[in-house]
């Protein structure tokens, strides 16, 4: 067990100070002296809130994307441009990625750079295909089995194979697992297959009988009344002490964890910082 720090460098919202909103993710995971990047935003806002949150990128070993799309991988470039000796973690499935629009051409909603990129910029790409240990209690989930009935799948994602475009099950969502001296704690990109699922494989893989936190995002916007109210009903199973949503949660299901976990909940935004020790 360990201390652990988390930083959210990018999220949707902003308290201001010169700090930048993005629409995406991006949290900065620091135990057993490493740094480790949890996605990387959509665009420039990564480099320009480490810059003003005194968080020099140079320091970061590894990033860990929890799926493909753009919102969560668009910032690499930024970040390599200064640090270009680190490692990148993720599903090969990540370039396949697109969106349905109505009445027009699937766009690609993928990462705005290619594996062949990394490459010629000698950055290693690490393919998860499974539940991975980069440190002593520090694990990526890998893809999450699908066993909550009611934790359907959006159709409007699809991915492409050799007859053409089919809906896209999203099986490159994965968490980012670390044991801290509180408990479990879980990083969350988007959560595109499901938070309850999430967290049942989570307890699995780690055998720990609550979770002590959860941070990121939860993909609860726009669900159904009753899925919200399956969702926050399970949820209570994990015994969880630290609920810190944001992204792609929305604000009706954020009020409603506010609501149900008034003592556990905390407000996550760009800037905040939670350390578990």
Known sequence: MTKVKITTLCENSSPGFGLLPEYGLSMLLETGGKRFLFDAGSGTSLTVNAQLLDIDLRTINAVVFSHGHYDHTGGLEKLLE???????????????????????????????????????????????????????????????????????QEPRFLRKNRQGFVRDQIYDDQALVVESSKGIVVLLGCTHAGLINTLRYVVSLTGA?????????????????????????????????????CHCTGFRATVALHQVFPQQFYLNQVGSVFQFA
């Open 82 to 152: 200064i640090n270009n000796s680190l490692a990148v973690y993720a599903h090969p499935d990540i370039f396949n990625k697109y969106l349905e629009s109505a009445g027009e051409k699937p766009a690609y909603v993928g990462p705005p750079w290619s594996r062949e990129y990394l490459q010629k910029r000698d950055v290693a790409f690490f393919p998860v295909e499974g539940p991975l240990e980069l440190e002593k209690g520090l694990i990526i989930t890998g893809p999450i089995p699908r066993t909550v009935e009611y934790e359907e």
């Open 209 to 245: 009988h609550k979770i002590h936190a959860i941070l990121g995002g939860t993909h609860l916007m726009n669900i159904s009344e009753s899925r919200l109210a399956s969702t926050l009903k399970d949820l209570r199973k994990f015994e969880i002490e630290k609920i810190a949503p």
